[in-house]
């Protein structure tokens, strides 16, 4: 299972925010074409468009896909809406099995530490989990402490709290979160691929056997990273650090479909 999808169809950021545009049905056959041609089961769709839950049309294929345990979604609130808890709450009503934050492209700062774990609270209330970008790099790797609030958040709430591509180059720092925050999640995205062959690359193994595969997920970020390209990555690595089949099968589908409720 591929625990992190975007509905877009080319790798741009600013295509994520207005994804609830273009035609639902269209978009997510696509994303289930991909998935079969890879032998990929199912995936977490990440809908960075807030809006998503103002469409009709988005809404009826959400409640398809996701009765038939095939796509699930995760909805990005705008932090600055004055409605967040009644649009927390249609978003949980309309099948959405998560929240997911982006503190770099939302702009969101440690001041904001409470307002995201009062949204992680609601969230929880309403039976999803959280996902928090925790990626580390680009031009505004200084500017964005996505960890801080991780901490924060899982503090705040018993539901599982899923960190987005693993704390980057900070992978040991987000790896004693969870060993400290037992709802912690990490989950491999962008991030395993981009550090094949460095010391990062070898932390990512090493804290996969500290906390068990079972605290983890494998996510493709496609199509920033074309989803051949992600499984490929995946595959050298466990081959070269010698994971077991049970470790395997684990990270790339079963962690996942527990939180989702999918699998016992």
């Known amino acids: 299972m591929d625990g992190f999808f975007h509905p877009v169809a080319t790798a741009d950021e600013q295509s994520l925010f207005s994804s609830a545009s273009s035609g639902a049905k269209k978009q997510l056959q696509s994303i289930e074409s991909q998935l079969t041609a890879h032998s990929v089961s199912s995936a977490i769709v990440q809908c960075f468009d807030s809006d998503v839950i103002d469409n009709a049309d988005w809404l009826a ?22 409605a967040l808890p009644n649009r927390i709450r249609r978003a949980a009503e309309a099948g959405f099995c998560s929240i997911v934050l982006h503190p770099y492209l939302q702009d969101i700062q440690l001041s904001d530490e409470a307002l995201v774990c009062d949204l992680a609270r609601h969230a929880a209330e309403a039976g999803m989990f959280v996902i928090l970008c925790t990626a580390y790099g680009s031009r505004k790797i200084y500017s964005h402490q996505s960890l801080p609030l991780a901490a924060a958040v899982a503090a705040e709430v018993d539901c599982p709290v899923v960190l987005a591509h693993c704390g980057g180059a900070k992978i040991v720092e987000a790896m004693l979160l969870a060993d400290a925050y037992a709802n912690i999640f990490l989950e491999t995205s962008f991030t395993l691929p981009y550090w094949m062959g460095s010391s990062v690359e070898t932390d990512i193994a090493f804290a996969i056997r500290k906390l068990g595969p079972e605290r983890w997920l494998f996510g493709s970020d496609a199509p920033f990273v074309p989803m051949g390209n992600a499984l490929a990555a995946h595959r050298d690595f466990f081959l070269k650090h010698d994971f077991s089949e049970y470790q395997i099968e684990q990270i790339m589908g079963g962690t996942a479909l527990r939180l989702l409720g999918w699998q016992s």
């Not at 959400?62 to 995760?74: D, E, H, Q, V």
Request: charged letters at 15%.
């Open 61 to 82: 294929q959400i409640r398809i896909y996701s009765s038939a345990n095939k796509l699930a979604f995760s909805w990005l609130p705008n932090l600055r809406s004055s």
